[in-house]
């Protein structure tokens, strides 16, 4: 069975000065991976999606991510945050062999200072 | 295209009260899931439909949760009785191409 682990739970930074989200996932198979961002009282909202072509995916808003298979990472970056970017962000799983079932992690809440 | 629709987007009840939670998919998605999401953790799968089948309900708690997708487009979630730790946001998805588009969820509380 897959799992998502997102080794911070809080991450703040300052306006202007790169991001890093850190995702470990553990996958049976070749995996799809996904991040979500979800700010206050909103729906969630994804950011970008790794589905076997390119390793460096970019998403919505600047934001990127790189998949490592030998690491089982998918961490996320961006090089200059707004202050708009602070919100929940979570990395997610899915097999497609596996009825298409997505897992989320635990999720890394990002502040922005300014 | 519309989106994912859910309502009621909040609800208060008592502990022991029921509850229901309805959700309309976006047309043509055929796989729909019901999502709990306590304040501070990822949401957890409680239900996944493909078409008006169940997929997966292990995490469902069947002795108070009910679901269904009787024509296999819109869906209902019910909690009969509610208890204190239900309280959560219940977020309705569904799925096309490997890809999950959510509505904006409902928010119980159980008081």
């Known amino acids: 069975a897959q799992s998502v682990t997102q080794l911070d739970s809080h991450v703040s930074v300052s306006e202007g000065t790169p991001v890093l989200l850190r995702c470990n996932y553990s996958s049976s198979y070749s995996p799809s991976l996904f991040w979500y961002v979800q700010h206050p009282n909103k729906g969630l909202q994804l950011l970008l999606k790794?589905?076997?072509?390119?390793?460096l995916v970019k998403g919505i808003n600047g934001f990127e991510a790189e998949f490592k298979k030998s690491e089982t990472s998918f961490h996320l970056t961006k090089p200059s945050a707004h202050m708009s970017d602070a919100a929940e962000y979570f990395c997610v799983v899915s097999e497609p062999n596996y009825g298409q079932n997505f897992v989320f992690g635990p999720g890394t809440r990002l502040s922005v200072l300014p | 295209e519309a989106g994912v629709a859910q309502s009621p987007r909040y609800k208060i009840i008592e502990k022991r009260q029921s509850v229901a939670f309805w959700c309309n998919p976006i047309?043509?998605?055929?796989?729909l899931y019901w999502y709990q999401q306590i304040l501070g953790q990822g949401p957890k799968l409680l239900i996944q439909?493909?078409?008006?089948?169940?997929?997966?309900d292990s995490q469902l708690p069947k002795d108070r949760f009910s679901a269904e997708r009787l024509k296999g487009v819109d869906s209902t979630l019910k909690i009969q009785p509610a208890k204190l730790e239900d309280s959560a946001v219940y977020l309705c998805?569904?799925?096309?191409?490997?890809?999950?588009?959510f509505g904006e969820g409902s928010r119980l509380t159980v008081l």
């Open positions: 998805a569904s799925s096309r191409v490997g890809e999950l588009f």
């Open positions: 790794y589905t076997s072509a390119a390793t």
């Open positions: 439909f493909q078409n008006n089948g169940v997929v997966d």
């Open positions: 047309s043509g998605h055929a796989t």
